[in-house]
Structure formats: C-alpha cells, structure tokens
C-alpha cells in the first residue's frame, strides 16, 4: 500500500539542487554588492546574471561566470580589481562559486525612487468607503479596512 504525500513536501527536495545555487547566488551578490566592489563603483556597474557551465570532465568542478554590467571606462578599472572582486564575492559564499566575471558594455542605471504624490480621496470615495464600513463593529479591523480602501482609491487615481 503505497501512502499518499504532500507535493509540497517534494517541492523543495527537487527544486533546491537546480535554483539554490543559480538564484540565491545572484541575489546575495546583488545585495552585498556595495561591500564587494565598494560605493563608488556600486554607481557604476551592477551585476546581471550568473552563466553556469556543467564539468566537461568526471571530476571537474562547474564553473560559473558573472556579468556585470558597465560602462566602457569603468570596465577598464573594474579589470583591474577583478581578482580581488573575485576573492570577495567567493568570500561571501566560503567557496569558489564564481570561477570569472565578464565586464557587459552598457550603461547602467542608478535605482531612482519614484515620489508618488500623496493623493486625496474625493468626497464621493469617502462617502462610498464609510458605506462599506458601517456594519463593522470591531474598531481595530474597521481601521485596518478604512486604510486599505483608502490605499486602494489611492492607487487608482
């Protein structure tokens, strides 16, 4: 008789060989970026995606390249540093994950914070939304759907 199991707890156990390294790597080197490679070039090149090669050999290890986006004269100084960017990010990971890097020539882009200006719910949304809450007894949940409506006619103007 063969006993019936949760997907969810084979999940992980297939998925964890072939996404834990690729995208958890990417994502701690995207987010310790400015300890690697310092906060003057953090301005200036941003890693883009990691390139796994399977061992030609039995025995060989995988090598894995990343990319790093920058722009030609930053590519030059960043050639220089290359092993000691290496030495930090394999240093975040206690081992030699990343074998190269290759400097992309394109322009990077600073992240730009985008200020929403604060919009103001009309006397029709007011009125519509405290209809929607008369029924609500308990104050605390009443609040709580108060500020999500109005966060929702917010995201609509």
């Not at 990343?98 to 882009?109: A, S």
Request: glycine share 4%; charged share 30%.
């Amino acid at each position: 008789m063969c006993a019936l199991k949760l997907i969810s707890n084979a999940i992980p156990k297939v998925t964890d060989k072939t996404f834990k390294r690729k995208y958890i790597a990417l994502g701690r080197i995207v987010t310790q970026w400015r300890d690697i490679v310092g906060d003057n070039m953090a301005d200036h090149a941003q890693p883009l995606k990691i390139h796994y090669r399977k061992p030609k050999r039995k025995g060989d290890r995988a090598t894995a390249t990343l990319d790093v986006a920058t722009s030609s004269a930053q590519a030059s100084l960043l050639v220089m540093q290359k092993g000691v960017i290496l030495e930090k990010i394999n240093h975040i990971f206690a081992d030699s994950l990343i074998t190269d890097i290759k400097f992309v020539h394109q322009t990077t882009h600073k992240p730009q914070t985008k200020v929403k200006k604060a919009a103001i719910l009309s006397d029709e949304q007011k009125n519509s939304l405290s209809d929607m809450l008369d029924n609500i007894e308990d104050s605390e949940l009443k609040a709580r759907l108060a500020s999500m409506g109005e966060a929702f006619f917010k995201d609509k103007n």
